[in-house]
Every structure is written in structure tokens, then in C-alpha cells.
């Protein structure tokens, strides 16, 4: 962030997605039967098993492989990984945690001031794109940093991207982008 | 042709005599009995078809093969039918009719014939049209996304040349979902690199105008409208709103819906046009009524409200009820008025900080009072950071977003109730932001979570059922499927 203004910028991290493998055949029935908080999905084919203590909801199939959603760190993420790795242990499956890996982090964040969507887009064309039919905000794709910011007129900004280091650094990028089609709230 | 100087072209005779057969005229050699020539058997209108050929949506050549789909036989009396029909609605119905299964470039002649653009135009779309075709990204799609495709095409070529259209229009000619036709048409944008203009409300309200059927020809006199008055009048309400907030960020139909309504009772504010709710009339305008219009409607008659009331000569209170007779006069003065408003607006602000700055215990010099009176922050302080995050910032900053300069507080406010956002504080601002959803509050305990801790082995049994539990689900599981089955 520029040392020039003293503005922070909270960036929050919603949501992290993370996939792992347990190296191992996994029997979705018996997993129904015997764990708590578990919904089956037989017409899916997979088995949805929530914790309680990162708050974590985890797809699991029975070719072993696992996908956690809900956590709001990438810490957190491992945490309830491996916790529910220990608990298919338990269960009597022969799990190896592996292939542990973050897929995609969202976050948002809100810009002190309102932007001005059209001439944003104006100026950065290719990259950003705005259909007010379709959706109320203009789409910022980063190629080089995989991520996408979808920045709102109030200044809001909701960023996707592969881990969190990506996300804060898309944000860092686009700052300046924003704060030059910035709208006076004060209306005049 | 006369029979005289003639020559059989089977014998060389020159005995060629008339022998119509019924009421085809042919001209028949007598020594051989070839048929030498002969007449049309039916008889094109004098003076060349209505429709002439340059103006049809025929083509005189076939592309490839892959191009086509089936033949496009108008009739004659259709395409004058068509050309002469003012709904877009009614040539639809027309379209889908007559074009039974139509060629891709035959469509996108159709489409801008319909839409009446001009020639580049056009030219334009058919260009972008097969470009798109032959892309690899649209080789093998859908015959579904093939028929959006055509459509835009000729909302890219529109949008080019300055001719302004909505998507929701090329969605209705197509009949597809207007998200369909959005996706394909940003996915052929990024395909082929090409940069169309967004489109701005005011270029569209001109043309969304003319829809509605409330000249005097189509309703009674007390309800018709001129259409250059209607629009001059939506334009402006269109403006106003745009200034306030509540344009950005929304669809922009309902938006004209609104304001060609309101433009439509302000014109004429009589008791009978202020009964007409917004439902009635689209009735009479023969227009589908949207619903997220009649909020719009709402939300401007409140910016209406909130000028009318600068008016130095109006005496009594503004409502929403009466503000429509003032309508004329706010939108002649709307800049002076909302000049005003916002100042009314401050000083208003100004006196409320102070009043509660003077009931608080007095801590501090004067000015740091009213910078924590006045600072804000739009998120919670409950910042949830990664250790990894290079943005680190531990201690979230006070944001000020008056214009006036203040300065700003450093020691933060871990506010257990989160501060009024912005929308509250400025007259004007986007209904998202005044009526702004309550945020859950973030645990803060999870900021010292490693990933690699130890898990105890009581935790994971919470998870996991004894075996007692495991065989009552089961039966009753069971019990369960039983009775379902004896059910059905």
C-alpha cells in the first residue's frame, strides 16, 4: 500500500477452497452410517461432512479425494483438513493426507470511495469489462496473478484468486486504477 | 415472342405455329411437334413484387455448406406484412414464422432489417458474424449458442457505430435468456479482441420511448402524449437519477420504465393521469410491466422529495403524492436545487455533531471530538488477517469520507456496535448502502491457528458416532424407507 496516505485498506478473507487426497478408497455408506453431521448424496456420489470447530464443509468422494470449503485462512484450511483426514482415520479407512493444496481464496474489501464504473472500464479496457444488464459490476481480470476483482460502484471489491498472497497483491495493483476514477460522494 | 422468323431448333423448320396448352402460351413446330418455346404460367404483379429484391433478406449465392440449415422461402405478402409492422413483438412472431430454419447470415440480415439500421451497420455484423463462425472457440458450440451468436453480432456492431440498443431487445428478438446472450456475447468479444463501447442510458431512452403506444392515434386525448415531449422529459429524469445514485450498478429498463411513467404524469398532472398506477399504464401502453420498475419509481420520487422541499416558494410538505405536480420545475432547476440540498444537507450534519459532541464529557481538544464524532469506517474493525499477507495492516485505519478535511484519529475504535456507514451520512447514496445488511461478526480467535497443531483425539470423536448410535440409525433408516414404500 502507498505509505502516502495513511488509508488501510481491510482486505477479509471470506472463503478458502482447498483440495487434499487420502490416498485411499473411501466407502461413502459407511461413512453416512457412522459419522455425524454427514449428508449422503447417492445421486451425486459423494458425502457432504461439516465441522464444527474451523467452521469447514467437506465434499468427499470415494475415489479419496476431498474438498473443503468454508474456511477463512489458508492455515485454517489445513487445519480442518487434516481433522477431517484424522477422523476418516477413525472411521477405519487407511487415509494418507496428501496432495494438500489451496485452490482459490475469496476475499473482499472496500475502497474509501465510490467509483466511477464507466470511465474505470474506459480506461482499462480489455482487461476490464461492465454490462450493467447482466451484473451490477465491473470485471478486473489479473492474467499474470490468475485473479479477478469485480469492484462495485460504492467501492466495494469482491477478489478471487489462487492463494492469498495473489489476492492482496491484485488488490495492491488495482488500487491506483481505482482511486483515479474515483466518484466525489458529495455529488455537486 | 411472334411466330414468324423462327427456326426449329430440332428440324430447322420455319413453320412454327401458336398452340397454347390451357392457359400456357407455347409456340410449336408442325413438322416435328417440338415445342419451340413457350410462356410463364403465372403472372408477376406489374411494375415488379412490393418487396424489391435489394430490400429482402434472400441471398443470391450460398455459402458453405456448414453455413446453412434449411432454406428461407418468404412469400411476398409476408415481407410486405413485415416491413409494414411497428411492434418489435408482432415482427418476432413474424420472424420465427417465415424463417423456418434460416441460414446464420440470413439471420443477421434479418435481425438489423428488423431493427431498421443502416448499412454499415449492418455490413459490420455480417463481417463479425463470420469471423466469429469460423473461430475455433465457436466451431463446435451448440445450434442454440450459434442462433445467439447471430444476435451478437449485430449488438457488437451497434454498439461500434453508435447506434444504441440494449442487450434485453436482442435477447426478445432471439427469445433467449438475457444472460445466454451476455455470456456469448463477452466470450466473441474476448475471442476476437474487439472493443465496443458500453452504452449509456440516455442514448437508449430515446428509442425505449417510442415503444410505448401513447400517442394520440393508439389512446383517448386526456392520456396521449407527444413522444419527443415524453422523451425530452424521461431523458431528464433519467439525468437526475443518474446524479443520485440510482442509476449505477442497476438494470437499465426498469430505469426508463420509471421515468417514462413519471415524465408521462408530470407532463399532465391531473387528478385522472396521477390515479393511473405504474401497472394500468403499461396496460395502455401495450408494455411489459417489470417489476423492480415500480421500486425505481419509488426511489425517485423520493430524490424528487428530497429537491422539491428546497423549493423557496413551496409552502406545504412535499410527498411523494404531490411532488409530481412539481416535477417541472425541479427538473428545470435541478442543479441549483441539488446544490442547495446538499448544503442544507451539511449544515444539518455540522449542528447534529456538534449538539452531541457538546453532550459527551469533554475529552480532548475541541477538533479531536468532532473527527471521532465524523470518522467512520464502511467495514468492521474485525479484520481478519493472514499472517502471510504482505498488506498487513494490524490496526485498521479511520477512513474519513467528508469532503471536508479532518484529522484523522489513530487510536481505533474496537466498536462492539460497527459505526453508521457512509450511506447514512451523505443525502444522497446507493440503496444498498443505506440499507445496508447486517454483518455477522467475525470471531477474532481464529487469527493464532497454525494449520499443523495437534488434533485431540476427543475432538474427533464428536464426529463420530458409537456403535449403539450407528445400528439405532440404521433401523430407523429402515423403518423410514418402509413406511415410504407403504405409502406409495
Known amino acids: 500500500m502507498d505509505s502516502s496516505n495513511d488509508e488501510a485498506l481491510d482486505i477479509i478473507i471470506t472463503n478458502v477452497v482447498a483440495t487434499f487426497r487420502t490416498r485411499c478408497h473411501l466407502n461413502l455408506r459407511t461413512i453416512a452410517l457412522e459419522g455425524t453431521n454427514v449428508i449422503y448424496k447417492p445421486e451425486v ?16 468422494w470415494s475415489s479419496g479425494k476431498i474438498i473443503c470449503t468454508g474456511a477463512t485462512s489458508e492455515d485454517e484450511a489445513k487445519l480442518g483438513a487434516r481433522r ?8 477405519g479407512f487407511k487415509v494418507r493426507f496428501s496432495a494438500f493444496k489451496v485452490v482459490n481464496v475469496l476475499a473482499v474489501c472496500s475502497m474509501p470511495f465510490a467509483v466511477n464504473l464507466i470511465n474505470f472500464t474506459k480506461n482499462n479496457r480489455p482487461i476490464a469489462s461492465y454490462e ?34 495473489n489476492v492482496a497483491t491484485a488488490v495492491e495493483q488495482v488500487y491506483p486504477l481505482l482511486f483515479e476514477c474515483q466518484k466525489p460522494l458529495a455529488k455537486t | 415472342m411472334s411466330a414468324a422468323g423462327m427456326r426449329c431448333p430440332a428440324c430447322g423448320s420455319t413453320n412454327i405455329v401458336d398452340d397454347d396448352l390451357y392457359s400456357q402460351a407455347q409456340l410449336v413446330c408442325v413438322d416435328c411437334g417440338s415445342v419451340v418455346s413457350e410462356g410463364v404460367l403465372a403472372n408477376d404483379p406489374v411494375g415488379g413484387s412490393d418487396v424489391s429484391f435489394s430490400r429482402t433478406t434472400a441471398v443470391a449465392k450460398r455459402p458453405c455448406t456448414n453455413l446453412i440449415k434449411g432454406e428461407l422461402l418468404p412469400s411476398k405478402r409476408s415481407f410486405s406484412l413485415l416491413l409494414q409492422c411497428n411492434s418489435v413483438l408482432l415482427l418476432v412472431h413474424f420472424l420465427k414464422w417465415i424463417c ?3 441460414t446464420g447470415q440470413q439471420r443477421v440480415k434479418a435481425i438489423c432489417r428488423i431493427l431498421m439500421v443502416n448499412r454499415e451497420i449492418e455490413d459490420l455484423s455480417q463481417t463479425y458474424y463470420k469471423m466469429a463462425y469460423e473461430h475455433k472457440a465457436f466451431l463446435k458450440v451448440s445450434l442454440q ?27 426478445c428478438l432471439l427469445d433467449a435468456d438475457s444472460m445466454a446472450v451476455g455470456a456469448i456475447y463477452q466470450e466473441m468479444v474476448k475471442n476476437l479482441s474487439i472493443e465496443a463501447p458500453i452504452i449509456n442510458v440516455t442514448d437508449v431512452i430515446e428509442a425505449h420511448c417510442h415503444e410505448y403506444k401513447i400517442s394520440s392515434l393508439d389512446v383517448p386525448e386526456e392520456l396521449a402524449e407527444n413522444s419527443r415531449d415524453l422523451t425530452k422529459r424521461a431523458v431528464a429524469l433519467v439525468e437526475l437519477a443518474a446524479d443520485s445514485w440510482i442509476v449505477t450498478g442497476r438494470k437499465p429498463i426498469p430505469i426508463m420504465m420509471a421515468a417514462t411513467y413519471l415524465a408521462w404524469q408530470s407532463l399532465k398532472p391531473n387528478k385522472h393521469r396521477l390515479k393511473f398506477s405504474l401497472d394500468k399504464f403499461c396496460q395502455v401502453a401495450k408494455v411489459k410491466k417489470l417489476k423492480s ?8 420520487k423520493e430524490v424528487l422529495c428530497k429537491l422539491g422541499k428546497e423549493i423557496p416558494w413551496v409552502r406545504e410538505t412535499v410527498t411523494p403524492d404531490n411532488v409530481i405536480q412539481l416535477v417541472e420545475c425541479i427538473l428545470q432547476n435541478r442543479y441549483a436545487l441539488l446544490r442547495r440540498a446538499m448544503r442544507t444537507h451539511e449544515d444539518a450534519l455540522l449542528e447534529e455533531s456538534q449538539a452531541s459532541c457538546a453532550e459527551a464529557p469533554p475529552e480532548g481538544t475541541a477538533s479531536s471530538q468532532i473527527s471521532e464524532c465524523a470518522d467512520q469506517t464502511p ?53 444498498c448502502v443505506i440499507n445496508a445488511k ?26 463420530i458416532r458409537t456403535p449403539q448410535e450407528a445400528r439405532d440409525f440404521a433401523l430407523m433408516q429402515h423403518m423410514l424407507s418402509l413406511s415410504d414404500s407403504a405409502k406409495s
Open chain 1, 45 to 60: 456420489g459423494k458425502v457432504l461432512m461439516k465441522l464444527r470447530k474451523p467452521m469447514i464443509t467437506a465434499s468427499i
Open chain 1, 84 to 91: 477431517l483426514a484424522r477422523c476418516l482415520q477413525k472411521l
Open chain 1, 132 to 165: 450493467p444488464e447482466l451484473h451490477p459490476a465491473a470485471t478486473y481480470r489479473i492474467k499474470n496473478l490468475k485473479a479477478t476483482i469485480q469492484v462495485f460502484s460504492t467501492g466495494s471489491l469482491t477478489v478471487t484468486g489462487p492463494n492469498v498472497q
Open chain 2, 100 to 102: 423456418f430454419t434460416p
Open chain 2, 145 to 171: 449458442k450459434k442462433e445467439i451468436l447471430t444476435g451478437c453480432c449485430v449488438l457488437l456492431s451497434c454498439r461500434q457505430l453508435n447506434w444504441p440498443i440494449t442487450v434485453g431487445t436482442i435477447s
Open chain 2, 293 to 300: 420498475a415500480m421500486k425505481r419509481v419509488a426511489e425517485i
Open chain 2, 379 to 431: 467495514i468492521t474493525s474485525f479484520v481478519k488477517q493472514n499472517g502471510s499477507n504482505s498488506d498487513g495492516k494490524e490496526k485498521p485505519g479511520d477512513v474519513d469520507y467528508n469532503p471536508r478535511v479532518l484529522p484523522e484519529h489513530s487510536d481505533t475504535q474496537e466498536s462492539q456496535n460497527p459505526p453508521p456507514n457512509w450511506g447514512k451520512r451523505v443525502l444522497f447514496a446507493p440503496p
Open chain 2, 438 to 463: 447486517k454483518r455477522r461478526a467475525v470471531q477474532p480467535e481464529h487469527t493464532d491457528v497454525t494449520g499443523d497443531e495437534e488434533i485431540s483425539d476427543s475432538e474427533i470423536d464428536s464426529y
